[in-house]
């Protein structure tokens, strides 16, 4: 697992004072998840403290095993060394009575599907970290003709993490109404010499990086990391005449997510 992240290794904790330590030793390193891998039966105070302690920190029970395919014959001590899967069922009771969610993987260290599935659930823990901070905009509002895409705001922040920064059509205008002619047409000319320009004016084309920039420039005023743009609002065509829809270089450098139709969880999902 080292290979893959970083990891806290306190040791086997079978007691109290061995859960007290571990504690300390994972608070100070500010773990994001907690592993529990019972290797046998254990009693359930060491596991209980621990739980408490590190408060909301994401686990993940590993029913641990150190064979692939038992021997013929096995001793009663290499019995005991395979009873990991008795240790989990007895931990995961405790864990649901304190209405703990956790993970679950099975299989022995050395097998690569284990491995694979308990870095996955690490890089889940993160992501669900991460979009605890991230900022998401909607321009003007969600998509009214387009029903499946109706997200109940308060699931969204409460489940995931994002809080929705509404953008009105005024603002955008006004942003874009602000950008320098001399950007505009820096932006054009690079158009014009990345792609090959067919069936658009150059004024429309000086209107569309316009309003694009002014896209750009609201997401940098409200700090947003994605952005969801409802094209089909007849407000935002009445006033701005177009999709501000060009994705220009301001925004590839700073990995900005934008999505269409007002589609929030789709800019999420590409988040």
Known sequence: LSKHMGIVNTGIVTSIREAEIAIEEFKKEKVELLIICPLMWSEDQPLIKLVNEMGEVPLLLWCY????????????LDLFRGSGSVGLFQASGPLKRLGRDFGFVMG??????????????????????????????????????????????????????????????????????EIDTSRVKINVDELK????????????LYQAVRASLGVAELVDRFCLDALAIDDLSEELHEIMG???????????????VISMEGDITGAVAMF
């Open 65 to 76: 095993s150190p064979y692939r395919k038992l021997p013929p014959k096995i001793s009663a």
């Open 108 to 177: 022995d260290p050395e097998d690569e599907e284990t491995i694979h599935n308990i870095v996955e659930y690490t890089q889940l823990v993160k992501l669900t970290g991460e979009l605890q901070e991230v900022k998401l905009g909607i321009l003007p509002s969600r998509c009214e003709v387009m029903t499946d895409l109706y997200v109940d705001e308060f699931s969204l922040t409460s489940i995931l993490g994002p809080a929705l920064k509404y953008i009105s059509v005024g603002q955008l205008l006004s942003a874009s109404q």
């Open 193 to 204: 010499r990345r792609y090959r320009i067919k069936g658009v004016s150059n004024k429309a």
């Open 242 to 256: 177009l999709r501000p829809c060009l994705y220009l270089p301001l925004l590839q450098e700073k990995d900005i």
